[in-house]
């Protein structure tokens, strides 16, 4: 019985030494939190054992950057989860692979690359929605705003916090919302009267909503996740999607052409778009992509997905660097 049992042993663990040495490791791309990498490698690894991840991580900037210059030196398999006002740089660079995955039926069109094969597929959404505190404007006695320019009324003056987008990828797409939306000309009059009514521009995103939500200010636009986790915890704090839609992006993911590891990879993206994947990204997302934009949370407004309207990514691409030059240039006093 004990020999019996030690050639049991000897016998698994040999098969799970093998496998780990052999595995195929992918290096993967990423401009994800820490938080989410872990928990999203641990379920892949779980269910591949013959694959490991190595990420290659950074801020989405640098990360970018790193892989449209090194194009001709990277070893990089994947990317996944960069934001695609960046990636969308990394397909114009010819750097992408296109790849129907297993689970691609169920894709909610409007948030996929537009090949077919698509070259990237979108995760989750972010967005930046305008928050308030309902008791707190009862107080007051204002009204909740139900179109952009409601939040230019002299009687907001002091009561607006919204982050820079010098330094906030959510400021930013709540500036190339206003642009996309009323033309550049009339968005920059509107972000004029708005600058007047604006108690200062956060370092962060996730800073607006919290501060509306102890009371400091009436109105806050912000990173709509924040806001729903402010919710949750009981803070007087409600979403706003203004008439005319917010700002948005998307977390995605796609396979570079440098990829030697053609067969893991596509397993990688298979998981990716998979229903287990899109259940880790509710955990992080107020939106999640794939069941045809259905929302991973139930504090976001009911309507909220007919108001999002298609990005021009070549647009942004090409003019992303001179709004924000040009932005700090008109607003910068007022950046903490």
């Not at 090194?70 to 960069?82: R, S």
């Not at 039926?105 to 698509?118: G, L, M, S, V």
């Not at 709509?224 to 917010?246: H, Q, T």
């Not at 992509?289 to 309207?309: C, E, Q, R, V, Y």
Request: hydrophobic share 40%; glycine share 6%; aromatic share 14%.
């Amino acid at each position: 019985m004990g020999m019996t049992n030690t050639r049991f042993w000897g016998i698994f663990v040999g098969f799970f030494l093998f496998q780990w040495v052999n595995a195929v490791e992918l290096q993967v791309y990423t401009g994800m939190d820490p938080e989410k990498r872990v928990t999203y490698k641990l379920e892949f690894e779980k269910l591949h054992p013959d694959i490991t991840i190595k990420w290659i991580d950074g801020t989405t900037p640098v990360i970018t950057e790193k892989i449209k210059n090194d194009n001709a030196m990277i070893q990089g398999d994947f990317i996944w989860g960069l934001s695609i006002n960046y990636l969308y740089g990394i397909m114009q660079n010819k750097q992408l692979l296109g790849y129907r995955t297993a689970n691609y039926p169920r894709f909610n069109r409007k948030f996929i690359e537009t090949h077919d094969p698509p070259e990237w597929i979108g995760m989750n959404l972010l967005s930046a929605i305008v928050c308030y505190a309902p008791k707190l404007s009862a107080l007051f006695e204002v009204d909740k705003p139900a179109y952009w320019n409601d939040l230019t009324d002299k009687k907001y003056k002091g009561q607006i916090i919204m982050p820079s987008p010098v330094n906030s990828s959510i400021g930013m797409l709540a500036v190339l919302n206003w642009i996309k939306i009323m033309g550049e000309e009339q968005a920059w009059n509107f972000m004029d009267q708005l600058h007047d009514n604006i108690d200062f521009y956060s370092p962060t995103a996730s800073f607006p909503c919290q501060s509306v939500a102890i009371g400091n200010h009436l109105y806050g636009i912000g990173f709509d996740f924040r806001a729903i986790k402010l919710k949750e915890s009981g803070a007087d704090i409600d979403i706003i999607i203004p008439n005319g839609g917010v700002g948005w992006d998307i977390e995605a993911f796609g396979i570079l052409k440098t990829t030697k590891n053609i067969e893991s990879v596509k397993k990688l993206a298979d998981f990716a778009s998979s229903l287990e994947a899109e259940k880790l990204y509710s955990q992080y997302s107020s939106l999640t992509l794939h069941s045809a934009g259905t929302s991973a949370n139930n504090n976001m407004p009911k309507d909220f997905i007919k108001n999002i309207k298609r990005n021009d990514y070549s647009f942004v691409v090409s003019n992303i660097d001179r709004i924000a030059t040009e932005w700090k240039r008109r607003y910068g006093d007022k950046i903490r």
